[in-house]
C-alpha cells in the first residue's frame, strides 16, 4: 500500500505510518516532549528512544487483513519507549509513552544495580576522560613509548564478578597506536595496564595490571619492548598487492527483481516487512509466502561472547552485543560498490543522542539479489533431456561494528520457500598482552603476533523465531531417526529406519542430538497436507554448536542461560524478546529465557515462540590476525510439507540467452601461469 | 609448462603428458592393443579403461622438482588399468598395462563373485532386454494402461543380502511414461512389479512383486488405477511459469583471474592440478598454495545411499555411486550458461566403450569465479575508517547423474587458504509405488504425490584427503575444548577453558564430538609456525552427521565400514583410494578402509591419508517431488598456523570503482508489489 511521504521518504505524519515501520526523526521529538512535559525541568539524558514493538492480538489482525485485502480495522497504539537518566539525582528510568495521544504510560525507576545498555555518547565521552586522566597518563609516561607513538582505549562494558556491585563502571583497555594513521592497527599493541572507572561519577576506581606471562602474575607497568605493530590497512602493509584478481562485475540490465514500498518487500512470491530496531538492528516482520502466513517476526535476539582465560579482568570478560550495546546503533553505515555487489537497495535508521536530538543512521541496511548455483537439475540420461533451473536469492543484511569485533547478519531468501540466516564473523580479535620474547604460550589462547595474545572465546547466538506457519497456533516438535528393531517378519535383514516424533508440550529447553539426526519442526496442527498427510510444518536446520563451556555457576551461566542449550520454546506474550533479558550490563542473572520457560506453560498448538542458540567456539588461529577472514554459521528454515510440491518449479528455466555466461578458451600459450 | 599439443588440446604422444594428465584417446587404443596382443584372438568386452595413478614414490620427487624449479627426474612409468570380460569363458579380468612399454604389467583373472562396476553399455543393454522380455511385456499388458502411456525402467545395481550369490544381477524398476515428452516425470508412476535379470545371460530370474500398502504385503500386477503425473519439465507443469525474474549477469570484462595451462591451473597463489577418471570424476591433485605444499591429492572417494524401507525388494536398496557405477562416467556434458554462470573454463574426459573405442566425454568438469560477500572487513569505531575485501573464490565442479538422482560435488578456493567442498543432491528422489486412496502411510517413508511414496535413505560420503602440509610427513590430531577445574588460585570463577589435544596415532578411526567442538587437524611436525609457535597446520571444519543407522551385522554396515565414524586415518599406501574398496557393487564386504584400518600401522609424521564421513540423513519431503531444490552439505580444509598471519591481507581493496554496484531508489510510487 502506497503512503504519502516526504521528498526523503520519511511519512510526515503518525497515521502514514504502518505499525511496524521503524522509528522517525520526528517521533523521537515527540517521546522527548512528552517526558519533558511529564518531569518539568528535570535535566534528562536520553539512553534509548525507540519504538514498542506492537501488541500482538492488535496487530495481528491489522496484518491479516492486510494479506486477505479485507477492511483494515483500527491500528495498534503506536508507543514508543525511553531508557533515560535525571542528571540531577542519577535516577534511571524506564519510560513507554503514546506517541498518538501525546502522553506517557508509565514511567518508572529502575532499581540502582540495573544498569541501562552503552549509549554512544557515553563511550566517546569516557573514551576522553580515561585518556586525559592523570593516573592513566602517568602509566602511559612508565611505558616510555618512542616518539609518534600514542595510546588510545576501548572501552568494555565491565562484566559480572559480584552480586553486589550496583556502580556502572567501565574497563579500559588500552592500545597503543604506532603510525599517525586512520588505521593503525592498535589491537596488535595491547598495554599491560587497564584502568576501571565509574561511568557516572567519572571517577578512577583502580588500574588493574594485566599478565603478561603464562600465569595469573602481574607486575607495575614497565618500559614498553617495541615490537612490530601487525597491520591491515592496504597502505601499511610490507607486502605488495595483489596485482592478479580481476573485476567481477554483476548487472542487472533490467533492474532487479524486487520491488520496495516503503518498508515492504516483494520479491518472488516473498514478502515482509523490513524493521530495524537500537537494540536488534534488522528485525523481519510478517513474512508470507504466496499470501501464506510463515513467520511473524524473526530477529537475531542476543549474543554473547565469554572469553576462556581465567585470570583477572578476563574473567569479567563476557559481552552481550546485542543487550549491552545493539547491534542497530552499531550498524555500519554502507557505502555502494564496498559492501555490496550488483543492484543495491538501502534502508536507513534513527536513533537518539543524549540530547533528544535525532541521528540519521544511513545505509544501515542492504538488500539485494544473488546467484547461488543451481536450484534443481535433473536430466534423464535416455536422451539427455535437462531441466536446469538457479539459485536465486534475496539478501537482506545489515554490517555491525562492536569495538574490535564485525558481524555481518543476512537474512537469504530463495525461490523454494527456504530461509537462511547466516553469521559472518570479521573484523579484529580482542587481543591481550603476552611476552613471547621469553616463549611464554597459554594453554587459553594462541599467541598471533608479536607481543600478543587472543584469548580462546565463544560466540553464542539467540535467535529468536516467532513463527506463524499458515496461523498463530503452532507446536514445537523433533523427529530422530531411529532404526528399527530387527524383526524376522518386517526386518530381518536390518535395513529399516523410521522417524520418532516428539512433541514439546511444555514451555522449556531441548537439545539437539547429531546421533539421531534430531531435527526440530514447527507446524500447524490445523492444517494438513493433502500429500504428505501430515500437518503443514516449517522445519529448522539447526546448526549443532557446543553451548556454554564456563562452569556450572559461574556468572556466565547465570547471565546467560540461553546458552545452555540448543533450542528454547516459550509461549508468547509481548516484550518478550530478548533471550537473556532486558537489562544485560553487568547483569548477575538472565532474566529473559530461563524465566520465560520455567513459567511451565502450555505450549502444544498455540502462539509460540522458538530461540535457537548456536555458534562458534573460536580458539584463535594466527591466520585470524590482524583481521579476520570471515568465519560463517548459518542455519536454515525450510518448508516440510508446508507445499504439496517444490514452490520452485516455475522459476523459469536456467538458459544461456538469460545468463550470457562466456566460455574461457585454453590459455596455453597466451597466459602464462603465475608463480 | 607448455606442453606440446594438437589444435584440440590433447597431447600427441606420451612423453608430452603430465604424470597426472587424465586419460587420453590414443592411451584408450593403446591399452587395447596391448591387451589384444596377449590374449590374441580372444573376444574381449572392454567395462573400463582408466590411468593408474602414479606410485607415489616416483610422483612426489617428480612434482616437488616442478614446484623448485630443479631439473626434472625421470617421470614415473606411464601405466593403465583395465576391467574386462572375455566373452568366449565369461571370466572377468584386471590388467595393468605399461603403455611405454607396450606391455602389460599382469593380466589376473578376478574371482567369480567379484562384480565390476556398471558400465554405460551394459546400462543401455539390459534396459532395452527388459522392455523386449514377453514375461515383462505380459505385466504391462496385466496394468491396462491408458492408450498412449508406456513403460520404462531404470536398472538398479543389486545390492546384497547374502554371502552366497554369484550371479552378476539387476532389479529394474518400472515406470510408467505418461506423455511422449522427452522429460516426462515416470518417476511420479512407479510400477508395482520388477524384473530381476541375470545381467549375464540375460535370463529373466524372477519378477519381485512391490508392496503397495502400509506393510510387507503384496499382490499379483492389477489394472493400473490412474492418478496424476507429477512433472517438472517447464513445458508440461499446470502452473504458469514466473514472469518477475530479471536477469542476473555476471560479467569479467578483463577476463577471469585464473590461467589454465593443460590440467595445471593457477590462481590467486593457488596452483593445482585437476584430474578425471572414470571412478572418482573431479580430482585435485599437487594443491600448493604460494609454492607451498598443502594437499597431495583431494577426491570423493565413495558414497553409499541406503534405504531405510525394510521391505523386499528394498532391503537390498544401497547405492554405491561411485564404486558400483563412477562419478566420471555419470558426470553430465555441461552446457554454457545453463548450468555455471559467468566466465566458465570446461576440462574433458575419455571413457571407453565395451568395444575398446574412445568415447569423449566433454565439459564434465567447469570452472569459473564467483563472488562470496565480504572476505574481511574492519571499520575503526573512532573516525569511521574501513578497510574492506571482499571474497573472491574460484569453483571446480561436476553434476553426475546417477539415474534419479543428481549431485552437484565443487571444489572451491578462497583467498584466505581456505578450500572448501560442496555437495548438492538435486535431481529426482528414488520412488516407490503405495495406495494412498486407502490413505495408507508407512514409517519410513513420506507420500510424495498420488499413489508415489518416497523411502527414508541416508546419503553417506567418504573425502579422501591425502595432506601433505609443507611435506608428505604429517600427523592427525584432534582438539576438544573442556572447561578448566574451578580453582581458587588460577579460575575462581570458573571461566577459564582450554584446548586438549590427541594424536591418533595408530591407523583406525575416530568420532566427532559437538559437546567438546573437536576440530581435527593435520600438522607437520618438523615445521613451526613462528607467531604461534606450533606446528604448522591445516584443520578440517567437519560437517556433524548422523553415521550409517542400520544394524549391526547388517550388510549395509559390512559393506560400508567408513560409514560408521567420521574420520579415519590410513598410513598411505599407492592405490589405497576406494573407501569401501575396488569392487562395491553386490560386495559382501568392505575391503577398503575397514581392512586398511585395522593394519594398525603408525600413523604419527608419516605419509597419511584422511578420511571424513559426513552426509545427511534424508527423509523426504513433499517439496523435494517431482524434483529436488538442491540439499548443500559442506566442509572446509582451513589454515591453522599455517601461515603467520591473514593470508589474504594483499588482497585489494573493495571499491566501488572497482566493483561498479548499483543504486536502486526507493520505488514507492513506480513498481506497485505484486501479488
Given at each position: 500500500m502506497s503512503l504519502p511521504s516526504r521528498r526523503d521518504g520519511l511519512p510526515t505524519s503518525l497515521s502514514a505510518l504502518h505499525p511496524f515501520d521503524p522509528l522517525t526523526p520526528f517521533e523521537i521529538k515527540l517521546a522527548v516532549s512528552i517526558l519533558e512535559k511529564a518531569l518539568p525541568g528535570a535535566p534528562l539524558r536520553y539512553k534509548r528512544i525507540d519504538v514498542l514493538e506492537p501488541i500482538k492480538k492488535d496487530a495481528a489482525p491489522y496484518l491479516d487483513a492486510e494479506r486477505l485485502g479485507s477492511p483494515l480495522p483500527k491500528k495498534p497504539a503506536r508507543l514508543l519507549f525511553s531508557y533515560f537518566h535525571r542528571m540531577d539525582t542519577g535516577a534511571f528510568f524506564k519510560a513507554v509513552v503514546n506517541v498518538e495521544a501525546m502522553k506517557p504510560v508509565y514511567i518508572k525507576e529502575l532499581p540502582k544495580h540495573v544498569q541501562g545498555p552503552a549509549d554512544i555518547d557515553e563511550l566517546i565521552d569516557i573514551e576522553e576522560v580515561c585518556m586525559k586522566h592523570p593516573a592513566v597518563l602517568a602509566e602511559i609516561e612508565k611505558m616510555q613509548l618512542p616518539e609518534g607513538y600514542t595510546v588510545c582505549n576501548d572501552p568494555w562494558i565491565y562484566g559480572?564478578?559480584?552480586?553486589?556491585?550496583?556502580?556502572?563502571?567501565?574497563?579500559?583497555?588500552?592500545?597503543?597506536?604506532?603510525?599517525?594513521?586512520?588505521?593503525?592497527?592498535?589491537?596488535?599493541?595491547?598495554?599491560?595496564?587497564?584502568?576501571?572507572?565509574?561511568?557516572?561519577?567519572?571517577?578512577?576506581?583502580?588500574?588493574?595490571?594485566?599478565?603478561?606471562?603464562?600465569?595469573?602474575?602481574?607486575?607495575?607497568?614497565?618500559?614498553?619492548?617495541?615490537?612490530?605493530?601487525?597491520?591491515?590497512?592496504?597502505?601499511?602493509?610490507?607486502?605488495?598487492?595483489?596485482?592478479?584478481?580481476?573485476?567481477?562485475?554483476?548487472?542487472?540490465?533490467?533492474?532487479?527483481?524486487?520491488?520496495?514500498?516503503?518498508?515492504?518487500?516483494?520479491?518472488?512470491?516473498?514478502?515482509?516487512?523490513?524493521?530495524?530496531?537500537?537494540?536488534?538492528?534488522?528485525?523481519?516482520y510478517n513474512v508470507t509466502y504466496d499470501g501464506r502466513q510463515t513467520f511473524y517476526r524473526l530477529s537475531m535476539s542476543e549474543m554473547t561472547v565469554p572469553y576462556g582465560d581465567p585470570r583477572a579482568p578476563y574473567h569479567r570478560k563476557q559481552a552481550f552485543d546485542a543487550g549491552d550495546v545493539g547491534f542497530g546503533i552499531t550498524a555500519n553505515q554502507l557505502a555502494l560498490g564496498c559492501d555490496c555487489l550488483g543492484h543495491i537497495k538501502y534502508f536507513d535508521g534513527y536513533r537518539t543522542d543524549s540530547k533528544g536530538n535525532p541521528v540519521h543512521l544511513k545505509n544501515v541496511i542492504c538488500m539485494h539479489e544473488q546467484d547461488n548455483g543451481i536450484q534443481h537439475k535433473h536430466t534423464n540420461y535416455r536422451n539427455n533431456a535437462a531441466t536446469i533451473v538457479r539459485n536465486r536469492q534475496l539478501v537482506v543484511q545489515m554490517i555491525c561494528t562492536v569495538s574490535n569485533y564485525e558481524y555481518i547478519l543476512a537474512w537469504i531468501f530463495d525461490q523454494a520457500g527456504n530461509i537462511e540466516h547466516e553469521i559472518r564473523a570479521t573484523g579484529i580479535l580482542s587481543t591481550m598482552p603476552i611476552d613471547n620474547e621469553s616463549g611464554a604460550k597459554v594453554p587459553w589462547g594462541t599467541n598471533v603476533g608479536p607481543g600478543v595474545m587472543a584469548a580462546y572465546h565463544q560466540h553464542l547466538f539467540s535467535v529468536r523465531i516467532d513463527p506463524a506457519i499458515d496461523g498463530h497456533n503452532n507446536t514445537l516438535y523433533y523427529e530422530d531417526s531411529v532404526p528399527m528393531p530387527v524383526d524376522k517378519e518386517l526386518n530381518p535383514f536390518g535395513m529399516g529406519y523410521i522417524s520418532k516424533q516428539t512433541v514439546l508440550?511444555?514451555?522449556?529447553?531441548?537439545?539437539?542430538?547429531?546421533?539421531?539426526?534430531?531435527?526440530?519442526?514447527?507446524?500447524?496442527?490445523?492444517?494438513?497436507?493433502?500429500?504428505?498427510?501430515?500437518?503443514?510444518?516449517?522445519?529448522?536446520?539447526?546448526?549443532?554448536?557446543?553451548?556454554?563451556?564456563?562452569?556450572?555457576?559461574?556468572?556466565?551461566?547465570?547471565?546467560?542461560?540461553?546458552?545452555?542449550?540448543?533450542?528454547?520454546?516459550?509461549?508468547?506474550?509481548?516484550?518478550?524478546?530478548?533471550?537473556?533479558?532486558?537489562?544485560?550490563?553487568?547483569?548477575?542473572?538472565?532474566?529473559?529465557?530461563?524465566?520465560?520457560?520455567?513459567?511451565?506453560?502450555?505450549?502444544?498448538?498455540t502462539d509460540i515462540v522458538v530461540w535457537h542458540t548456536f555458534g562458534l567456539t573460536h580458539n584463535p588461529r594466527p591466520e585470524d590476525f590482524p583481521v579476520m577472514p570471515s568465519e560463517r554459521v548459518s542455519f536454515m528454515l525450510k518448508p516440510d510439507g508446508f507445499f504439496t510440491k517444490n514452490p520452485a518449479l516455475d522459476v523459469p528455466a536456467s538458459t544461456q540467452h538469460f545468463n550470457k555466461s562466456s566460455l574461457v578458451e585454453d590459455s596455453c600459450c597466451g597466459d602464462k601461469p603465475k608463480l
Open positions: 559480572t564478578d559480584s552480586d553486589s556491585e550496583s556502580r556502572r563502571l567501565v574497563q579500559c583497555y588500552m592500545y597503543i597506536i604506532e603510525v599517525d594513521h586512520a588505521e593503525a592497527n592498535h589491537y596488535s599493541l595491547p598495554c599491560a595496564f587497564s584502568p576501571v572507572f565509574d561511568q557516572v561519577t567519572k571517577e578512577l576506581i583502580r588500574i588493574d595490571q594485566l599478565p603478561t606471562g603464562a600465569d595469573a602474575t602481574t607486575q607495575s607497568t614497565q618500559p614498553w619492548k617495541p615490537v612490530k605493530c601487525v597491520h591491515y590497512a592496504h597502505d601499511l602493509l610490507d607486502e605488495p598487492l595483489r596485482t592478479d584478481l580481476k573485476p567481477y562485475i554483476v548487472t542487472q540490465p533490467d533492474g532487479p527483481s524486487f520491488s520496495v514500498n516503503g518498508h515492504e518487500v516483494s520479491w518472488q512470491k516473498w514478502r515482509f516487512r523490513v524493521g530495524f530496531t537500537n537494540r536488534d538492528g534488522l528485525v523481519l508440550d511444555k514451555a522449556g529447553f531441548a537439545d539437539l542430538s547429531v546421533e539421531k539426526n534430531r531435527v526440530f519442526k514447527i507446524r500447524n496442527d490445523s492444517k494438513i497436507n493433502d500429500v504428505s498427510l501430515k500437518p503443514v510444518a516449517y522445519k529448522l536446520h539447526s546448526v549443532p554448536s557446543q553451548m556454554l563451556i564456563m562452569a556450572e555457576g559461574s556468572f556466565a551461566r547465570k547471565r546467560a542461560t540461553f546458552a545452555e542449550h540448543a533450542m528454547w520454546v516459550t509461549k508468547y506474550q509481548d516484550d518478550e524478546l530478548y533471550a537473556a533479558g532486558e537489562f544485560t550490563n553487568q547483569s548477575r542473572v538472565d532474566t529473559g529465557l530461563s524465566e520465560w520457560a520455567s513459567r511451565n506453560d502450555d505450549v502444544e498448538n
